[in-house]
């Protein structure tokens, strides 16, 4: 080694030194950047406490008691002329906003809305509902009630007192003032799509007993055993599967649900319920009868699968055997024909 040589990390080249320069800019931007969006981090989050929650109160000036939904999820029940409050965590008011509805007790929205914090704070966090100016509930509600317990005297000419043959056998029970034309297009539909003869049977009432004075509906599965006392050897005979049609709104007795579109049980007998009530129903106000036919249609399409073709149930929504039907929008979604390998 020569004499007086030095050892340093200093590039000796101008290339290498330019190229040091841009890298310890750039580290310097790096760390720069890190500690200003931290700052603002802390300085948002900080004062927005998003973790935290919010109160909010709800005064119902409807006729009627009313369900309050905040993105899907029940928050509140709200009588008429009272104010309800509950609370929720702020963050799911935050970025976009929630969904805020307000449901009677007819499965009809008489109050729709995005909510953000800004806008919470804007009214004091204190929500006020009107009574609705013109809503139309759906066929079967209120005063109509009941009268729709009682029994289709026209589905009686083309109704037979029994479903037992010697093959398998598909029967609908009119059960209360379903619609006989809905009925009747059922019928053909699962004629022409699948060939199956499907019998209606002997229209029935319901008895006003059945009705839960409270929440002014029925449990979805007594009004399947029903079934039972009415054609107990249809109900009985496993080559049968009967499903009562009804325009009667359901609920579930043993489930915390506002309602229930239907009730089937394939593992026993063979015998379910579609109830054609929120089949009617849209955000604010009601469908075409097109729309309502689709819609029982593919829940009752769904429970032939179950309990006539013995169809395993499906995770996928655009399934005609979709398991986790939550509401009419997902009836909406499901697509026929049922996958079956013999038409």
Request: with cysteine; net charge negative; charged share 20%.
């Amino acid at each position: 080694m020569k004499a007086g040589r030095q050892y340093d990390i200093f590039p000796q080249t101008f290339k290498a030194r330019l190229l040091l320069t841009v890298a310890f800019l750039g580290g310097l931007t790096i760390v720069g950047s890190y500690f200003v969006l931290s700052a603002l981090a802390i300085g948002i989050f900080g004062d927005l406490d998003l973790f935290g929650n919010v109160e909010v109160t709800v005064e119902n000036r409807a006729e009627q008691q009313l369900t309050i939904y905040v993105d899907g999820q029940s928050e509140a029940v709200v009588p008429a002329g009272q104010t309800v409050g509950f609370t929720t965590l702020k963050l799911q008011w935050r970025f976009g906003g929630a969904l805020f509805q307000a449901v009677d007790n007819d499965g009809f929205i008489v109050f729709q809305g995005d909510f953000d914090l800004d806008d919470l704070e804007d009214i004091d966090y204190h929500i006020v509902i009107e009574a609705p100016a013109g809503a139309i509930a759906p066929p079967c509600s209120g005063l109509e009630r009941e009268r729709c317990l009682e029994l289709q005297t026209e589905l009686e000419p083309i109704a037979q007192t029994t479903c037992e043959r010697s093959e398998r056998r598909v029967c609908f029970v009119p059960l209360g003032q379903v619609d006989p034309e809905l009925v009747r297009n059922l019928v053909q539909y699962y004629h022409e799509e699948y060939g199956l003869e499907i019998g209606v049977l002997t229209p029935s009432a319901i008895p006003t007993g059945m009705t839960n004075t409270d929440r002014k509906q029925i449990d979805g599965e007594s009004l399947a055993t029903y079934l039972g006392t009415l054609f107990p050897a249809d109900f009985d005979d496993p080559n049968v599967a009967l499903i009562g049609l009804t325009p009667l709104d359901l609920y579930a007795e043993d489930r915390d649900w506002r309602f229930q579109l239907g009730n089937a049980n394939w593992s026993e007998q063979s015998r379910a319920v579609v109830s054609t009530y929120r089949m009617h129903l849209a955000a604010f106000g009601l469908v075409d009868d097109e729309r309502v036919f689709s819609r029982t249609q593919t829940l009752a399409t769904k429970y032939l699968g179950l309990m006539f073709y013995d169809l395993p149930l499906s995770d996928d929504p655009k399934s005609p055997m979709f398991g986790n039907i939550l509401s009419v929008s997902d009836l909406d979604e499901m697509e026929a024909p049922l996958p079956l390998f013999i038409r």
